[in-house]
């Protein structure tokens, strides 16, 4: 399975960035579409998840900021990045198959190469 993300790069404080993941057809008709990120020595974290009818989770320290979509037509998962701030700094990943189970959200087993998000104070 192919996960193809774009779009990272080097922004100021206060910046915007938008990312892009195109994956199959099949593979986006089937899955819940998520960007995960890592910062260094941190543990991979949920970023924003875009599930089945449309429901759409963000962690909390992104809500209000960050905008997940999802283009049909094109296969493809954007994560709109806005008001960035550094600590938003960290590899981003793209994410198929994630799921929801009491309460929680848990990945799913196709990932995407990351994407370096860096942003400056």
């Known amino acids: 399975v192919q996960l193809q993300a774009f779009g990272g790069g080097l922004v100021q404080a206060g910046g915007s960035l938008r990312l892009s993941c195109a994956t199959s057809?099949?593979?986006?008709?089937?899955?819940?579409m998520a960007w995960y990120r890592q910062a260094p020595g941190k543990q991979r974290e949920l970023v924003a998840r875009?599930?089945?009818?449309?429901?759409?989770d963000y962690t909390d320290s992104v809500k209000g900021r960050f905008t997940i979509s999802r283009d049909n037509a094109k296969n493809t998962v954007y994560l709109l990045m806005d008001s960035l701030k550094p600590e938003d700094t960290a590899v981003y990943y793209c994410n198929a198959g994630s799921r929801r189970s009491n309460g929680a959200v848990y990945p799913g087993d196709y990932w995407g190469h990351g994407t370096q998000v860096t942003v400056s104070s």
């Open positions: 057809g099949r593979i986006f008709r089937l899955y819940a």
């Open positions: 875009s599930g089945s009818s449309s429901i759409t």
